[in-house]
């Protein structure tokens, strides 16, 4: 069972990547956990520090995943894109990360290069096709994609730990 910290980070960051840092008032958090404002000041100075926490449990649960576990397409797949759209909305709040959001935008890059290679070796997609050109779109495509899963609440599922 988790403890009072994690359930506020794990539950606050579910509702900023389904609704965005900027929809989500302290209120909606206290309603997602059920608990009230002190709880949440008595670990976070602020809305902020809880973004940040949930940014740091999201990337070591990532870097922990196998290349198996990765391609395989997904619940994974598809936090990963609310993920780099919650990260791409908060740049503009958060200048210190700018230099991290280039990393991570040429990292997700290269694992959508990397599919790409994969499939061309086994045949899936042609050889002939650019691999940098198909891979910018694919992300598009997924971005836009998840802009329209977002309208549903077919997240709810996403993380086990949140279930009731």
């Known amino acids: 069972m988790p403890d009072l910290k994690d359930e506020i980070v794990n539950k606050s960051f579910f509702q900023f990547l389904n609704r965005g840092y900027k929809a989500c008032s302290l209120k909606d958090l206290e309603k997602a956990t059920g608990l009230t404002k002190g709880a949440f000041y008595y670990y976070f100075r602020n809305k902020e520090e809880i973004l940040k926490a949930g940014i ?37 709040l958060f200048p210190e990360y700018r230099k991290w959001i280039d990393e991570l935008s040429k990292d997700r890059l290269s694992r959508w290069e990397y599919m790409i290679l994969k499939a061309k070796q086994q045949g899936e997609i042609k050889g002939s096709l650019d691999t940098s050109v198909l891979a910018r779109n694919l992300m598009s495509v997924s971005t836009s994609m998840l802009n329209i899963e977002l309208g549903t609440d077919n997240l709810h599922f996403m993380f086990s730990d949140m279930r009731k």
């Open 56 to 92: 740091e449990k999201y990337l070591s649960v990532v870097s922990e995943i196998s290349e198996e576990e990765f391609l395989e397409v997904g619940s994974f797949f598809i936090i990963d894109i609310a993920f780099f759209q919650l990260v791409l909305e908060v740049a503009p």
